[in-house]
């Protein structure tokens, strides 16, 4: 890739005379766009731009001029980026998994890009209440960008990286982007702690500091979306096949997107959802990797082999709940596990099931089973059983919850939620008994990496 | 039952007669104790003594005369019941839930006997050092006789009704038991709060208050067992078949016993266990129904006739979940309902199912079904991850957990237990993610009664 960096540098150059060019003013802006858009036609995305800004600065340009260029260089950028994301987006169809990360590196790319320039300007800015007004400003894209996490990076985390890098042997990848995913993260998680404490350090410390991570923070943000769109997309592109993309689509509204909102898209009826583990076998043709990003051919020339994934998720006598296969054995187990005690009953008020007696707080034995549960309750209370029952069936209740002591336990007890199935037929009542008096003593955080053997 | 009454009437003389003999002295004891037991023979048990005791305290023997009476008293009185339990008992087997449930009831006369001699000592004791004393006694007989609702009523309305009584029809007798049993938890609940509020009244009226409820509890139980051992037993006797008592066998445990320790008990190998839900036809037969009490056949004369329970517990396609029927919607259903997300990793460290997604605190995709754990974690917290399932698997850890705030949300997140099969074989890893934050607001009870529609 030390070609494409030269290359980079290059164009940075060409950048900053363009920018200079903006700044000194007297050209046509329409004349300054067409230029601005050749120069970053051929890299893709501009992602240096906040360091030639920097260098501006460096060169005596005020804070307020770069304020002052804000918006045509938005605006600009904004064009920009259309005019190379084109190039990747052209081929697919509004609501495509790829299209709408594509679409969502833009609304990235942009929101660095402000960080970092809204960053620089509160630096120079002496006027108190134009630093409040920008205050404002840097809180909503910091508290913005934080979302890029949840959603994008996570989606490819969760969505993407299962079907074809894993599963393929192509571990690697994701490993390295995950990485910087968080990396990511982490320094827009500081950013937010540092506005939330600035009233806790001299004023020239604050915004010296977060001058300087706000720019390393859009950097690699732009960094990670030229990664992507360049070798990561390009990937995908090669290896899934519709009835992955199929699957992915499914599922993507789990995670939810970065201010974008994709239509629906179906390859068609005919195409299968095609899960991670029923990509079989998940050797790559020569096709796809043919089709692969030459800077992932070159990374793959010399390694060893790829490991294919070639586990099959269903067995023998595997019980499909839709969203995985158990076996009777870790079925029983889990409800065995659960801090909650359950007891279903059925729409006809008998006992159907109980979680197994591991701790019970209120004991179960199987002669309850088949029982209605009107005979399992002391006689003085039933009405109140049957007026809960009769509010749940008639939709007017949601939820019926109870808490009292019993020695040392604080019990809880919940009957939530009416259950329906898809046809919307009332199947049941489930009963939820928990001891919440440990929550209660919970304080603090305790995190993973806290953990010690 | 009026014959049955006026027998007890005149024994009841009889016995008032034989507790002024001891009280007088001068009688040789185990003469005395032989015409004790001569006339407790007859009727079964001596529900009356409190009552009779109670006579002799208006005829003028003081308080003092009857403590000392006591110790004599309770010998006779364990000695009367041992003559005539053994009438009940002397056919069935230890261990069989049946000698169990006699044996309890002894027990529970004893106790009952206890405080009410215990609580009318107190009334007519000046000495402060001996009313210590005795409350300390009488501390000990309130809290256990709370025990007897949790453990030989539990166990009758959890596991001697539904077999027989409601399958069966007979649901009018559970109905009535239930019901006194539930008058009887209550007034001991209502001495064991008199006695913590004691400091709270003048000594006179707590003394007298808590005099009269004991009396009114010790009686209620005596007649309890009465109603048990006459009335409840020999029908559960008439109409239970070993393959029914050996399915109860093995669930008493679960609820526990009042004072009695019964061992193991099986009717052998080849009797199968028959839960409620077996027997089927539930009708009576002829010779059942000639061996019920006359009592119990009386009240069935110009009965309408009996409902019979035919339900059938598992339908076509069920799943068998060891304790319970449950089909694929239901299950789904029950873990979309569940306050708490599950994720289970199998033995190779594979995403195997996840709970579906509700509300969710962490999203799960289809995707990640058949994923290694390892690559569902950040690379940087992998090497935890990785800690802690070896740490299970070498069984080393029972459990990790982790708590963090995330938003409005407190998450706790549990990992636990490790997940062993019958033969101890490590099968899997269980993941539970809840939002404890609302349990850390909840105050005070709200109970079943307190519902409002």
Redesign the interface.
Known sequence: MTELLNNREYKKEQLKRLLLRIHEGGESVEKLKDEFRQVLSGISPPLEIPLIEQELVKEGISAKDIAKMCDLHVELFREAVKGTDELEERDLPDGHPLKTLYLENKEIMKDAEMLNLYARTLATTKDERMRKEILGVLEEIVSNLRKVGFTHY?REE??T???YI?RRGL?AI??VL??K??EIRFMIKYLAELLRKREEMPWDEFVERFKNKAGEAAFALSDMVFRENNIYYPTLKALLSEGEWK??R??ED??GYYKVNPPEWDPGEDVKPL???EINPPELSVEQLLGLPKEVQEALKGQPPLEFDK?E?KREGD????????N????????E????D?T?I?K?D????????GE?IF??????????VQ??H????VH??N??LR?FKEG?KKE??????LGPK?V?I?Y??P????KGEY??T?E?T?D?AP??E?K????????R?
């Open positions: 996570n969760m969505l990286f299962p079907p894993e571990t994701a490993t995950w990485t995913h968080d699957a992915i499914m599922q789990e995670y899960h991670p583990w586990s998720l019980i499909d709940l839709g969203t995985g296969y158990l009777i054995e870790e079925l029983r187990a889990i409800f596990a659960l801090p909650v359950v279903f059925d006809d008998r006992v159907r099931f109980f979680s197994p007696p019970r004991g179960r034995s199987l002669s309850v089973l088949g029982r209605p005979l399992c002391p006689p003085k209370s109140i059983v007026k809960i509010a007017r019926a919850t109870f808490w009292i002591r604080y809880y919940r939530v939620p259950l329906f199935n898809e199947i049941g489930l939820m928990m919440i929550y209660k919970i603090g955080e305790k995190r993973l990496l806290d953990w053997d």
